[in-house]
């Protein structure tokens, strides 16, 4: 039986635009642009250039002090351009992709045959390392530092959250099989924190983990609040971290023996008119998805994520690389109330009595 920790202090903001448990459909966008800035303590360098063609599962770059750590193009096509900043750093890499995706061949590989160090390769070469995080710092792991444990969040409590029971189904062999990669690079636990409300399976029953059930409001499913109850990180240890939708995609390359960073990912936010999931890769431009089915004649903010730690994107903005949640809310820049701060209007939300 899985051990139960109840969160007692936090909050469940209100917030309108839950999205409905639908999947409207797969987003293609004529250009997937990538952004090495979602890789928090990565230096990129450039392995291709403009016009050169690509696969799914092709290195667009990799980190100048670990070369072997590459990271994969999500779409095959043609690279036409490298949109750079101040000092030359690189905003965004632009694929355009191809109408019928061709992937680089992995190999599918069976788990439990390999190694620690043959599970490791096998996701360097392919360009997904990055989806495993490490704390401290929450930075891209670094493959030469052996975790003391690996911690795999099963849920997420933010406002307006997708529900990862859906984003999960029909992908529970991909998410064990990813468990079990995992297992292999630590010699300590892989531990797997799911909600008490969670109905899946494949989260509940998962194996090669040990499963810790939370209860409570936000952060419940924040992955620092969730290693800080279950084993905390002490001085000189390293522990790394992953969302359950990223080891889906772990497992499905050594499943399939191919690169697929396809998401399924939430439409949220109380200004979208149809909410509902989608399935995109990631650099996907979301502009189809907002056309026609938001709130017109005010001021909207869009997010990838969700509202209280996403990013701000512009109409035309694409998915960030880690989210799985999209968010429409009013903007806010209408509203001028004299003393709104010391408000005592009942219809006021408030987190306390006063």
Request: aromatic residues 8%; neutral net charge.
């Amino acid at each position: 039986m899985a051990n139960r920790i109840k969160i007692k202090k936090g909050l469940q903001i209100p917030l309108l635009g839950t999205a409905e448990e639908t999947v409207r459909g797969t987003v293609k966008s004529e250009f997937v642009r990538i952004c090495p800035e979602d890789f928090h303590g990565i230096t990129p360098k450039l392995a291709v250039r403009v016009d050169d063609t690509v696969k799914a599962g092709t290195a667009l770059f990799y980190e100048k002090n670990h070369p072997d750590m590459r990271f994969a193009s999500p779409v095959s096509g043609v690279v036409t351009a490298i949109e750079r900043g101040e000092k030359r750093r690189i905003l965004h890499i632009v694929v355009k992709a191809d109408d019928s995706t061709q992937y680089e061949d992995f190999g599918a590989k069976e788990v439990a045959s390999l190694s620690g160090e043959e599970v490791k390769r096998t996701i360097l070469d392919a360009g997904i390392w990055f989806l495993i995080k490490q704390r401290p710092y929450d930075v891209v792991a670094l493959p030469d530092k052996e975790p003391r444990d690996i911690f795999v969040t099963g849920f997420d409590s933010a406002p307006l959250a997708p529900s990862y029971d859906f984003l999960l189904k029909e992908k529970e062999a991909d998410f064990q099989a990813g468990l079990d990669a995992l297992a292999k690079l630590t010699p300590g636990k892989v531990y797997l924190s799911v909600s008490n409300k969670t109905s899946l399976n494949g989260l509940r029953e998962a194996k090669n983990v040990v499963i810790t059930e939370f209860e409570g409001p936000h952060p419940a499913g924040n992955v620092g609040v969730q290693i800080n109850h279950i084993k905390p990180v002490n001085r000189g240890e390293v522990v790394w971290t992953l969302n359950a939708p990223d080891v889906a995609i772990i497992g499905r390359l050594f499943n399939k023996g191919v690169v697929d960073l396809t998401r399924t990912v939430a439409l949220t936010g109380s200004e979208v008119k149809q909410t509902g999931y989608y399935n995109m890769v990631i650099g996907t431009e979301l502009k189809s998805i907002f056309a026609q089915n938001v709130t017109e004649g005010i001021s909207l903010r869009f997010i990838s994520g969700n509202p209280l730690t996403g990013r701000k994107i512009d109409a035309n903005g694409e998915l960030r690389a880690y989210d799985s949640q999209v968010t429409v809310i009013p903007e806010g820049d209408d509203v001028h109330e004299a003393f709104g701060w010391a408000s005592f209007s009942p219809k006021r939300y408030s987190a306390g009595a006063t």
